[in-house]
């Protein structure tokens, strides 16, 4: 196994939105998404850092086509911070949907950062509100743990992986998304999109048994 493929203290696993919502009978399924369950289960026990995001949305939450009058889902509007794509109404707070999946099975993680929970503006990435200013204050929690490197996992990879690899990079942060342990949603390509931008910003996508135990 490559030297910089051991997995040490200065390593975190970020497992993103492992939620019924976004699981397969869920509001806003993603194709195959609880397929990455126990592939992160597994990878989760590689890591003494783990961190999960957990989307979770008042009623009436800006992303929710519901909330637009004439608006269907996955149809795009401008927000005051920008194009926001429309989603069904999903992760509401409290809700089952919102939950964890039940076969979800890090009971080590350290943290869970919930995302989204202002009305008026929504959240992929698990550092940044999508006005990429507001932050959630994932950045400061890794750096005074002494994190450097971020290993990404989970749902949806075209969307809340993609923006938290971005942002995370942003920040300073050596980043690697595990695609074996993503799934995708892909609105209007937004999976090639994601593709293209990895590439160009240099961020590698590395296979979970890259990091299987040396
Ligand atoms: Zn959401």
Redesign the pocket.
């Known amino acids: 196994m490559a030297a910089t493929r051991s997995i040490g203290d200065g390593d975190v696993l970020i497992v993103v939105d492992i939620q019924n919502d976004f699981c397969p009978d869920g509001a806003?399924a993603v194709p195959h998404g609880d397929d990455v369950v126990p592939i992160v289960n597994r990878l989760a026990r590689e890591f003494s850092n783990v961190v999960l995001t957990q989307?979770w949305?008042p009623p009436g939450?800006l992303?929710f086509a519901s909330s637009h009058r004439g608006r269907s889902p996955y149809e795009t509007i401008i927000a005051p911070y920008g194009p926001q794509v429309l989603?069904p109404d999903?992760?509401v707070q409290g809700t089952s949907g919102a939950a964890f999946h039940e076969s979800l099975d890090i009971p080590h993680a350290g943290l869970v950062v919930r995302k989204?929970i202002d009305r008026a503006i929504?959240s992929y990435s698990a550092l940044y509100e999508n006005d990429r200013t507001t932050p959630t204050g994932l950045a400061g929690y890794l750096r005074e743990r002494g994190m450097r490197r971020l290993f990404l996992a989970g749902l949806a990879f075209d969307f809340c992986v993609r923006y938290s690899a971005e942002d995370a990079m942003r920040e300073g942060f050596t980043v690697f998304v595990i695609e074996d342990a993503c799934r995708g949603i892909d609105v209007d390509g937004s999976v090639a999109a994601t593709h293209a931008m990895f590439a160009a910003l240099r961020i590698p996508c590395i296979a979970s048994e890259a990091l299987a135990e040396s």
């Open positions: 806003l989307d949305h939450h992303s989603w999903h992760c989204g929504d």
